[in-house]
């Protein structure tokens, strides 16, 4: 029997993929009409995502902001829309994460397309330059944040959902994934513009309190989607968000230095979150994918990946301009 609420250092996409396959397995019964009984290789029947560019698959094209990925060279290496609004030159995490599933593409919720048999296996809120907080990377333009993209899922979706899978939604929910990867944009684009890293506002005192707060406030989300129906949680850690290009080219390394320690004490605070879930929201499961420490080691070492000849390199990295960074290339883009 596995443990319920697990953390682990995923270094490979299949081994979420086993563990997920096993939590599938927990008791989740329903009578909802569900599409393409056989296409998927597990139980799980779709996903909601929410977060900010590192799940966005498109929803900032629909919004008046400046964090936009829908020019090249986002998207290079996209097989199916070059520059879709992925922060990425090709697919991103959750394109990947879909493809394991045996799911399709889930789509952004923002476009207008969204909806009926289209939004039947799951639906993406990711929202570039988005956060934990409110305000977070609103001096970007307009962005989507955590609790507005939970009010979309409550507000719009669950009722479209009821309507196609003829089912309340607390049946249909425990057969589908919520991913959720944010946080990042919260030190970026709003912690680090009030208190620059090198400054001396920048204490530790201080950083914890904020941090604190951005989980305490996760914490409440999560209820909030458990109380909706939701039961397998899959949470990205933050980045090591300092190594971003943007921030390597522009500041100084004690910036660089204390960016990435900031996202380490709230990776921290995430294990002790999900540590404590258990008690809280009773048969859920909840797996932590240590996404600093994926791509602190692409960072590390590149080559088993990059110089790999059996692996045909992408037009991005031929091209030599743009960095390596997680599933994709960021091109001095920001989160
Ligand atoms: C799915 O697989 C089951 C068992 O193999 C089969 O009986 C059923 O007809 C299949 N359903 C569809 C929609 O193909
Ligand atoms: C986090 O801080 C904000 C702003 O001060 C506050 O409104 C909110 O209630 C805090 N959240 C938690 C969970 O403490």
């Given at each position: ?40 290789t ?18 900032n ?75 977070t ?19 719009t ?29 919260d ?140 599933t ?7 989160g």
């Amino acid at each position: 029997m596995m443990t319920k609420n697990m953390v682990i250092a995923l270094s490979r996409p299949h081994v979420l993929f086993f563990l997920l396959l096993a939590s599938s397995l927990m008791q989740c019964h329903s009578r909802c009409n569900f599409l393409d009984e056989n296409l998927s290789t597990t139980n799980i029947k779709g996903m909601f995502v929410f977060g900010s560019s590192v799940v966005d698959n498109g929803n900032n094209n629909f919004l008046q902001t400046s964090t936009r990925a829908n020019y090249l060279p986002y998207g290079l290496d996209f097989p199916v829309a070059p520059a879709s609004g992925r922060f990425s030159n090709g697919k991103n995490v959750i394109d990947l994460l879909a493809k394991l599933l045996g799911l399709p593409f889930i789509p952004p919720f923002l476009d207008p397309l969204t909806k009926g048999l289209r939004m039947a296996r799951g639906v993406n809120f990711g929202s570039g330059g988005s956060g934990i907080r409110d305000e977070t990377g609103s001096v970007t333009g307009d962005v989507m944040s955590l609790k507005e993209q939970i009010m979309a899922f409550e507000g719009t979706t669950l009722g479209e959902l009821e309507a196609e899978l003829g089912c309340g939604s607390k049946e249909s929910l425990c057969h589908f994934l919520f991913v959720v990867g944010t946080g990042s944009n919260d030190y970026s684009f709003n912690y680090f513009l009030q208190s620059p890293p090198d400054s001396d506002a920048d204490t530790d005192e201080k950083l914890q309190a904020f941090t604190s707060n951005l989980t305490a406030s996760l914490s409440q989300y999560f209820q909030k989607l458990y109380g909706l129906g939701a039961r397998k949680f899959v949470l990205m850690s933050v980045n090591p968000i300092g190594c971003y290009p943007y921030v390597k080219a522009s500041r100084p390394m004690v910036r660089v230095q204390s960016m990435n320690r900031a996202a380490r004490l709230f990776n921290s605070n995430l294990v002790s979150l999900v540590n404590d879930l258990p008690a809280r929201l009773p048969h859920s499961h909840v797996v932590v994918v240590n996404a600093y420490k994926i791509i602190r080691d692409i960072l590390k070492n590149p080559s088993p990946k990059v110089q790999d000849s059996r692996i045909p390199r992408s037009r991005a990295a031929r091209s030599g301009r743009w960095h390596r960074a997680g599933t994709g290339y960021f091109a001095g883009g920001v989160g």
